[in-house]
C-alpha cells in the first residue's frame, strides 16, 4: 500500500541504474549544478541511523540484534536476514517505506529553484514512484562493468555482487523503462560532459 505522493510544479526527474552503474556520480553532479536532489537511499539512512524515526519499530520488530550499541541500525545482520528470509525484508519495507514518502513529500513541497532530481535505486523494482517523474534518467553501463566496480569500491567478492543484482531489474528492463540513458562506460571527464549536456537540455524543458 502507497501513500499517494502529489507531483509539485516543478520538472520531477527520476534517476535510477543498476549497483556500480554510477549513480550517484550523476546525482553529485546535477546537485553541483543547481538541481535540487532528493535521495532515497540517504532518506533510508537517515531513519536508521541512532536516533532515526525508523529505530523504534525496527527494535520491535527484528529484536536488540537488529541494533548496534550505538543505537543504529545493524546493517550486516539485517542484510544476511532479508537475504535469508525474504518475508523480513517486507516487514521491513513496510516500517521504511510509508515514512520514506512522507520525507520525500516534504521536499517536494518546499519547492526547487530550477528542477528536482529524485533518487530510487529499485525504481522499477519498487512501484509508486513513477507518476511522480517526468522524465526517467537511467544511467547504464555494461553488467561486467558493474561487478568490476562494485568489487573495487566495496571490497565484495563477486558472488555477494551478483547476488545483488540478482534481485535488481535487468539492464533491458530500465533501459525499457528509461525516457533519457547516461551511458557511463568510459572516463569521469566523458560522464560529466554528458551530464552537463543533459543538465541544459533538463533546464529548457523546465521553463517550458
Given at each position: 500500500?502507497h501513500?499517494a505522493l502529489?507531483k509539485?510544479?516543478q520538472?520531477v526527474?527520476?534517476?535510477?541504474?543498476?549497483?556500480?552503474?554510477?549513480?550517484?556520480?550523476v546525482?553529485?553532479?546535477?546537485q553541483a549544478?543547481?538541481a535540487?536532489v532528493?535521495?532515497?537511499?540517504?532518506?533510508?539512512?537517515?531513519?536508521?541511523k541512532?536516533g532515526?524515526?525508523?529505530?523504534?519499530?525496527i527494535q520491535k520488530?527484528?529484536?536488540p540484534e537488529?541494533v548496534?550499541?550505538?543505537?543504529?541500525m545493524?546493517r550486516?545482520?539485517?542484510?544476511?536476514l532479508?537475504?535469508?528470509?525474504?518475508?523480513?525484508?517486507l516487514t521491513?519495507?513496510?516500517?521504511?517505506h510509508?515514512?520514506?514518502?512522507?520525507?520525500?513529500?516534504q521536499?517536494?513541497?518546499?519547492?526547487?529553484?530550477?528542477?528536482?532530481?529524485?533518487?530510487v535505486?529499485?525504481?522499477?523494482?519498487k512501484g509508486g514512484?513513477?507518476?511522480?517523474?517526468?522524465?526517467?534518467i537511467?544511467?547504464d553501463?555494461p553488467?561486467?562493468?558493474?561487478?568490476h566496480?562494485?568489487?573495487?569500491?566495496?571490497?565484495?567478492?563477486?558472488?555477494?555482487?551478483r547476488?545483488v543484482?540478482?534481485?535488481?531489474?535487468?539492464?533491458?528492463?530500465?533501459l525499457a523503462g528509461?525516457?533519457?540513458?547516461?551511458?557511463?562506460?568510459?572516463?569521469?571527464?566523458?560522464?560529466?560532459e554528458?551530464?552537463?549536456?543533459?543538465?541544459?537540455?533538463?533546464?529548457?524543458?523546465?521553463?517550458?
Amino acid at each position: 500500500m502507497h501513500i499517494a505522493l502529489e507531483k509539485p510544479q516543478q520538472l520531477v526527474v527520476g534517476l535510477t541504474g543498476g549497483i556500480g552503474s554510477g549513480k550517484t556520480a550523476v546525482s553529485n553532479r546535477l546537485q553541483a549544478l543547481g538541481a535540487t536532489v532528493i535521495d532515497t537511499d540517504e532518506i533510508a539512512h537517515s531513519l536508521t541511523k541512532a536516533g532515526g524515526l525508523a529505530m523504534p519499530d525496527i527494535q520491535k520488530a527484528f529484536g536488540p540484534e537488529a541494533v548496534l550499541p550505538d543505537g543504529s541500525m545493524n546493517r550486516d545482520h539485517m542484510r544476511a536476514l532479508v537475504f535469508k528470509e525474504p518475508e523480513k525484508r517486507l516487514t521491513l519495507e513496510k516500517i521504511l517505506h510509508p515514512k520514506i514518502r512522507q520525507l520525500v513529500q516534504q521536499q517536494l513541497d518546499a519547492g526547487a529553484p530550477l528542477y528536482f532530481v529524485l533518487v530510487v535505486p529499485l525504481l522499477f523494482e519498487k512501484g509508486g514512484w513513477g507518476e511522480l517523474m517526468d522524465e526517467i534518467i537511467v544511467v547504464d553501463c555494461p553488467v561486467e562493468q558493474q561487478v568490476h566496480r562494485v568489487i573495487q569500491r566495496n571490497g565484495w567478492p563477486e558472488t555477494q555482487v551478483r547476488a545483488v543484482m540478482q534481485n535488481q531489474a535487468t539492464r533491458e528492463t530500465r533501459l525499457a523503462g528509461a525516457t533519457l540513458v547516461i551511458e557511463n562506460n568510459g572516463e569521469l571527464v566523458e560522464l560529466i560532459e554528458k551530464i552537463d549536456f543533459m543538465h541544459e537540455k533538463l533546464i529548457k524543458k523546465a521553463q517550458k
